[in-house]
């Protein structure tokens, strides 16, 4: 049996009038500090008991008044007689609205300029800082709160929200009647500002309410938004309960209740925030989402984790806080911003009406009257980049009637139509298609891209939304086929602009991940549900067959690029094998890379772009040669040879000397290198025979492409690898490939390819230097391998466990064996790793070290001490057992 004896002294608020009571004859600060940690206590324990979020954040602002008036009267300030001061709360505390660590904002504000309060304010405010409040606080005369609202925003702003705590009423009026809109900041002007403020909020929050850790006030679709639609009524009406602005028109009552709803949603995340932080705390960081999930009521079900059901939930109340901030601000400009324009009006068919460059509806029932104009509206979006938006009205009536959008409308071939209209319009589709998202018609019409509204991935990998990442990659093919150079993709630009018949790639980007969320393999569930849609909409089995085998596919470039030899001939033919032809190959180039820069923008750099590109062009070859046409090493390796001769010739090279050089080289040098690659590594050979060299090559006009080349000719000794890639860790350099070749007279020819710790090459001649410096020095000697640097680990990598996965297989060749290591991105995880290839006599031949958000996925191609693949299972478990044994111990500590 509980005991509610303790129980309901946990939820016993403190005693005001007892409290004021005891300040004559002991200390106040003991007093005050108790009086709030009982009223913390007891609001965080009727918060864990389900009570209404709404009663605990006005019943603590309404706590507080008392003790701030407490406060004040102890400091000796006047609080019924004075006619010239008075105390505000303003923000979050004006509107009565506090959670557990909210900012108590003050204005004291003078009739004028009077030192004879300046002593006893001065106790106040002390006094709320001893006690733990922390206020934000001003001192403002009359005139002073006028001059300054008059000129700035927040100013006007915390006014509107103004509550009078102690003071006359008289001095409360006057001062708002001064700072009215007869005065200033008329309704259109404070209406444009608040938008813009809005605008360049949403703008560092990188525009969208889907981000994987959300600012739940300002963060689009959070509380802010709900604040504007409150500020610009209060302003124009002046009203302070949005209840009687209904009457006004500004809402409906509909409105109301998503206002409300959002609203205290919202209030439970953030008061969940704050006393899980115990601070205040806006921010929804992974680590704080899990345990919040829980206290929210959240379960674990084998379909979805708690948090993945907290975030979606998150993610439906932003979009339905968007969706009204739309389309009330879009109201309100209508009614009040825009009366002097005289906007012309075209008719674009029996239906529709532009109105100015806005599109409305010709009549109040039009939707209902007529459905299949819920989808033609969006047809006329993508025909006419010039209309730039949706009448407010026909907003409103397109968000009422949406839910005729179901499976028999899906099935109407007319409205199957006016949906492949669309996607074949000339105009900007991914714009249309987000609309669409936003206004929730795409997730009706296709239903997979409803249950991935909202759907988060917990890793630091993709960092939006299914849904959201799959409009930003929609967004991204876009830039390509504007010829955007900030996508930084100049292939892809040059590829979408000369492909014709665009709306395969609309529909394979719309489905590449529809299929997850439930269960198995989400390619082929995406595949699968991409045949039907191309079946239903009539599309040429040609355009069904290259869709699906986009989204079936939409992996295989990436995966091969990041994880495979480029350099072994075989890795390409089976490449080409699967594409097939060159516009499958050129689609899937688009794709991919549109993938890569929409799922995390820290993704995409040079190294990426390079690898990718050299795939393309490589695969291209080959299926220009025709895949008929056998390949023979041999044969590359002679072409690459001659070409470079070639070149070397055309210096002056002694070639007698280099001859000599590539006599002990072998065939397969000259595999992965390009013709020029090789001469530059020969010349840098020929210029200091038999001497240990470091050379470096960054991008440029001649150069590879990606990251700075790092070419080491030395002796081959045991561990070289190891001291190499722990010297470049010391460094702070990132190695993302690593080729390797040993020459018959025992010199190894090492090339790595580098990243600062910002992911761009070194190109810093000063940098440069001291790279060689150190280089140099653990050359000399490298079996005394550098201790391993500790260095901090991100807030967000702490927080992912990803337990250390190993395999093994032979290569295509059965020359050696492809060790793939699946581990927590930590600091010096390659150099623990080449520490223990030289603990179980590996070496390294190539390596290629991919970044996944929290995990990395290093592929090294490896060979035993005698030169074969790793068959032996006993050794191979060994290997294994000290990888996961070292790595996941970095991982705790």
Request: net charge negative; charged share 25%; hydrophobic share 40%.
């Amino acid at each position: 049996m509980p005991d509610t004896t303790t129980t309901a002294s946990a939820l016993a608020l403190p005693d005001i009038d007892q409290l004021q009571h005891q300040l004559a004859d002991r200390p106040a600060i003991p007093l005050f500090r108790k009086a709030l940690g009982t009223l913390y206590d007891a609001l965080a324990e009727r918060f864990r008991q389900g009570a209404p979020i709404d009663q605990l954040v006005h019943l603590r602002a309404e706590v507080m008044d008392r003790i701030i008036r407490a406060a004040w009267q102890h400091a000796g300030l006047p609080t019924e007689d004075a006619t010239d001061i008075m105390l505000l709360a303003v923000g979050g505390y004006g509107r009565g609205e506090l959670l557990p660590h909210s900012d108590i904002d003050l204005w004291v504000v003078l009739q004028q300029e009077d030192a004879v309060h300046q002593e006893a304010l001065s106790a106040f405010v002390m006094l709320l800082w001893d006690i733990g409040l922390m206020p934000g606080h001003c001192v403002r005369t009359l005139a002073d709160c006028e001059r300054l609202a008059a000129e700035d925003l927040t100013v006007i702003s915390a006014l509107l929200e103004s509550r009078l705590l102690i003071g006359p009423q008289a001095l409360f009026n006057t001062l708002h009647t001064a700072t009215s809109t007869t005065h200033m900041w008329p309704s259109r002007d404070f209406f444009e500002a608040k938008r813009e403020e809005q605008r360049q909020r949403h703008g560092k929050l990188d525009q969208t309410e889907s981000l994987l850790e959300p600012n739940v006030k300002d963060s689009p679709g959070g509380l802010r938004d709900l604040h504007t639609i409150a500020w610009v009524a209060r302003r124009h009406y002046g009203v302070h309960r949005l209840a009687e602005a209904v009457t006004l028109g500004y809402m409906t009552e509909e409105d109301l209740t998503r206002y409300d709803q959002s609203m205290q949603f919202l209030w439970r995340l953030r008061f969940a925030l704050h006393l899980e932080t115990n601070r205040e705390e806006d921010r929804l960081l992974f680590e704080h989402q899990q345990v919040i999930a829980q206290q929210l009521g959240f379960v674990d079900t084998p379909e979805k984790l708690a948090v993945e059901q907290l975030m979606h939930v998150y993610y439906q109340t932003a979009a339905i806080v968007t969706e009204l901030n739309d389309i009330i601000l879009l109201h309100f400009r209508e009614q009040w911003v825009d009366l002097d324009t005289e906007a012309p009006t075209e008719l674009l068919d029996a239906h529709f009406a532009l109105s100015g460059d806005h599109i409305q509806i010709r009549e109040p029932d039009t939707f209902e009257q007529f459905p299949e104009t819920l989808l033609s509206l969006f047809a006329w979006l993508a025909q006419r980049p010039d209309i730039k938006g949706i009448r407010a009205d026909t907003l409103r009536a397109l968000c009422a009637q949406r839910h005729l959008i179901d499976d028999e409308y899906r099935d109407n071939p007319l409205h199957q139509q006016i949906f492949m209209l669309m996607m074949r319009a000339e105009g900007n589709i991914p714009r249309t298609l987000s609309l669409m998202a936003r206004y929730g018609v795409l997730g009706r019409y296709l239903p997979q891209f409803g249950r991935v509204s909202g759907l988060m991935q917990y890793d630091l990998f993709h960092i939006y939304t299914v849904g959201a990442h799959t409009l930003n990659l929609l967004q991204r093919l876009q830039q390509f086929l504007e010829g955007d150079e900030r996508c930084d993709a100049p292939l892809a630009i040059e590829i979408m602009q000369r492909l014709r018949k665009r709306e395969v790639l609309w529909i394979a980007g719309l489905f590449h991940d529809l299929g997850k969320g439930r269960g198995g393999n989400h390619s082929l569930l995406g595949a699968e549900d991409v045949r039907v849609f191309c079946e239903r909409h009539g599309l040429s089995a040609e355009t069904t067959e290259l869709a699906e085998w986009l989204v079936l596919n939409h992996l295989l470039m990436s995966q091969t690029a990041q994880k495979r030899d480029l350099s072994e001939p075989a890795v390409i033919r089976e490449f080409v094998e699967i594409v097939q032809d060159k516009r499958h190959l050129a689609t899937l180039y688009l794709l991919t890379v549109a993938d890569i820069q929409a799922t995390n923008p820290t993704l995409w750099n040079g190294w990426r772009s390079a690898l990718l590109r050299q795939l393309f062009e490589e695969a291209f070859r080959l299926l220009e040669r025709g895949l008929s046409v056998p390949f023979d090493r041999s044969d590359a390796s002679r072409e690459t040879r001659r070409d470079a001769w070639a070149m070397l010739e055309a210096l002056g090279c002694n070639m007698k000397a280099v001859e000599r050089c590539w006599h002990h080289c072998g065939d397969d040098y000259f595999l992965p290198y390009s013709a020029y690659e090789i001469a530059w590594q020969t010349l840098g050979i020929l210029e200091r025979p038999g001497v240990p060299i470091i050379m470096f090559s960054t991008p440029g006009d001649d150069t590879p492409e990606g990251g700075t080349q790092v070419f080491i000719h030395t002796h081959s000794v045991n561990g070289l690898f190891a001291a190499i890639v722990s010297t470049f860790d010391q460094l702070d350099l990132s190695v993302h490939d690593a080729r390797i070749i040993t020459s018959s007279d025992d010199w190894t020819l090492n090339t790595f390819t580098l990243l600062d710790a910002q992911h761009q090459p070194v190109t810093d001649p000063a940098r440069l230097r001291h790279i060689h410096a150190v280089l140099t020095e653990a050359l000399r000697t490298p079996q005394n391998l550098p201790p391993i640097v500790t260095r901090h680990t991100s807030r967000q990598l702490r927080h992912f466990q990803v337990p250390t996965q190993v395999a093994f297989r032979e290569d295509s060749m059965h020359r050696g064996s492809i060790l793939t290591v699946e581990a927590a991105d930590r600091p010096g995880l390659l150099a623990r790793i080449g520490r223990l290839f030289v603990e179980f006599d590996v070496s390294v031949h190539s390596a290629k070290i991919s970044t996944l958000g929290e995990r990395v996925e290093d592929v090294f191609f490896v060979t035993d001490a005698r030169g074969g693949p790793l068959r032996n299972a006993d050794y191979n478990q060994r290997l294994t057992s000290r990888l996961k044994e070292v790595l996941d111990a970095v991982l705790g500590s």
